[in-house]
């Protein structure tokens, strides 16, 4: 979120959520923890579970003008961008990564050894359970920053609070 704001190339906080992604699911023991984020990055495995692009254009339709993925892109962490290039001020953008813990097509990609030295199954086989999950803010692009127009918490605790009912939306 603090890299949003006028002149940014999306395509580099695009791949600074990849690299958060990376650190996280390193942390959890899912890539094994002697790897470095560049190393992880390098085999691209944060695509199968980061498999779309960090946000869209909002404006007059859900999905506003602005951008279409270019799906034959060969770099696998920009093929699914609908946003490319420098925002611009005042441009309404969506913010909104995600972590999926889809079984296809992962758990081929594993069986053939794909991901061999980079992912422990074992840990890995506690979160398929999890699904996925993907926290949006909207925000407006300012010239120094961003405003975030969502009104709903999308700290840790309050998202647990919510999931586990102590929190009220």
């Known amino acids: 979120m603090g890299m949003i704001k006028a002149g940014v190339m999306w395509e580099d906080v695009h791949m600074r959520a990849h690299n958060i992604a990376a650190a996280g699911l390193r942390d959890l023991g899912i890539f094994q923890k002697s790897l470095s984020v560049e190393q992880i990055l ?40 609908r946003v490319r290039g420098k925002l611009p001020v005042n441009a309404v953008i969506t913010n909104e990564p995600g972590i999926y813990f889809r079984e296809f097509p992962l758990r081929q990609e594993l069986k053939d050894g794909v991901w061999e030295g980079i992912v422990d199954e074992n840990v890995l086989d506690r979160y398929w359970s999890v699904g996925g999950v993907r926290i949006e803010d909207d925000v407006v692009v300012k010239e120094d920053g961003c405003e975030n127009l969502t009104t709903v918490s999308s700290k840790l605790d309050d998202i647990e609070g919510m999931c586990n009912g102590t929190i009220k939306v």
């Open 42 to 81: 390098d085999s691209k495995i944060t695509t199968r579970f980061f498999p779309h692009g960090l946000g869209h254009y909002l404006g007059m339709d859900t999905h506003d003008c602005g951008g279409n993925a270019n799906y034959e892109d060969p770099n696998p962490f920009l093929s699914y961008l």
